[in-house]
């Protein structure tokens, strides 16, 4: 059973805050490291993800870090605003049709 | 120009009632999937479905039944509604060498 534990279950930020999330994984053959943005009514879309041959990407204000060694990946988004507030979803994979396993979500809502 | 689309994207039906949501994808995907969300915002694979091939089936009660006419479609058939089958269902897409999972906007069901 690969296990995927994504924390904090909900976060509150003020608009220009840090938000950090965070994804544990077990399953040592992942190598794609994303993570999904789901707005209220919508479906889960990619917003970024990272190899594991680097240790941090960043895609504007928004930064994965990997460490590799303890299995485990971080959203940070940086100058939070309120259009962030939104569900977001790990999914470590090894790609291919295998079973995808999601986090159980963070819920971030920024306020003004 | 929607790359999954799924109808309907409310459906609100009786106890014993049967039901079904179609799904289709305009990406080229080989891959098709159908996830189930909780009111929890859990987001649990169902089914997933490789060049019309049947690949996972979680533990899905069998009232449940996918059916994959071609790679670009997967439906979902739903007898004797219950009302534990209220949820948000999603379809979604990748290709089998990729990693990336596209997701529909959602069918949200109500059992009543």
């Known amino acids: 059973q690969q296990q995927v534990k994504q924390s904090p279950q909900s976060l509150i930020v003020q608009k220009g805050g840090i938000s950090i999330i965070n994804c544990a994984y077990e399953n040592t053959a992942f190598d794609y490291f994303p993570w999904y943005q789901q707005f209220p009514g919508k479906g889960p879309a990619l917003l970024i993800a990272i190899r594991p041959d680097v240790s941090e990407k960043k895609e504007g204000r928004f930064t994965i870090s990997f460490n590799k060694s303890a299995k485990q990946f971080s959203l940070h988004i940086m100058d939070s605003q309120p259009g962030d507030s939104a569900t977001y979803f790990c999914?470590?994979?090894?790609?291919?049709?295998?079973?995808?396993?999601f986090g159980t979500g963070t819920k971030l809502q920024v306020i003004p | 120009d929607t790359a999954v689309s799924q109808t309907p994207k409310y459906l609100v039906t009786q106890m014993g009632n049967d039901k079904s949501i179609k799904c289709e994808q305009n990406l080229g995907h080989d891959t098709m999937y159908w996830y189930k969300q909780d009111s929890k915002k859990f987001l649990k694979i169902m089914f997933s479905?490789?060049?019309?091939?049947?690949?996972i089936n979680e533990t899905v009660p069998n009232r449940f039944s996918p059916k994959s006419p071609d790679k670009a479609h997967l439906n979902l058939h739903i007898n004797s509604l219950e009302l534990g089958d209220s949820a948000v269902y999603f379809c979604a897409s990748c290709m089998r060498s990729g990693n990336t999972i596209y997701f529909g906007e959602g069918s949200w069901l109500t059992v009543v």
């Open positions: 479905y490789n060049n019309k091939e049947l690949i």
């Open positions: 999914a470590p994979n090894s790609g291919g049709y295998q079973k995808v396993t």
